[in-house]
């Protein structure tokens, strides 16, 4: 074996298409470019940007704000990146007196995704006493696992 006898794999290799070498090549004629129109015509750009007319997505997507673009903000400058942890699922997933830190949220299921704060919403009802471990909890959630008989401990990330 050496750099003398090294080829590519039988079949992964084709000749190019020769198109406009008559009827019986199959790219005859019009040589694969079809009938009239832009496409058709020499000199014609089928760029890889190109939509077929329709509002090209550079053009269809929001602007930066500022006065100049290296000034200006972000595409979603108000976007958190937290994952919803909501009561029902604690109230359906977890006993009465339960201590529910991120690793018993992960085993049950909830927050599971890595390095991305957890956040305690308040969709649901929640009638057990829990003490809760969280990043982030909304006002609403507190009051409920706090009327609960619960404890709510922010985690510092």
């Known amino acids: 074996m050496g750099l ?3 080829k590519p794999a039988p079949g992964s290799r084709k000749p190019r298409k020769r ?3 008559g009827e019986g090549s199959g790219t005859g004629k019009t040589a694969g470019r079809g009938q009239k129109g832009y496409g058709s015509r020499s000199g014609a750009k089928d760029r890889a940007r190109f939509e077929g007319g329709q509002m090209p997505i550079h053009m269809r997507m ?30 359906s997933r977890f006993d009465s007196g339960a201590e529910v830190t991120l690793e018993a949220l992960k085993a049950a299921g909830l927050g599971t ?45």
């Open 19 to 21: 198109v406009g070498r």
């Open 113 to 157: 995704r890595k390095d991305i704060p957890v956040k305690i919403l308040a969709k649901g009802e929640i009638s057990k006493p829990l003490t809760v471990h969280a990043h982030k909890f909304s006002g609403t959630a507190r009051a409920a696992i706090e009327a609960a008989g619960g404890t709510v401990h922010v985690i510092d990330a």
């Open 62 to 91: 929001r602007k930066l704000r500022g006065p100049h673009m290296k000034k200006s903000m972000p595409f979603e400058p108000f976007r958190t990146h937290t994952q919803a942890v909501n009561l029902k699922d604690l109230e």
């Open 4 to 6: 003398h006898n090294l």
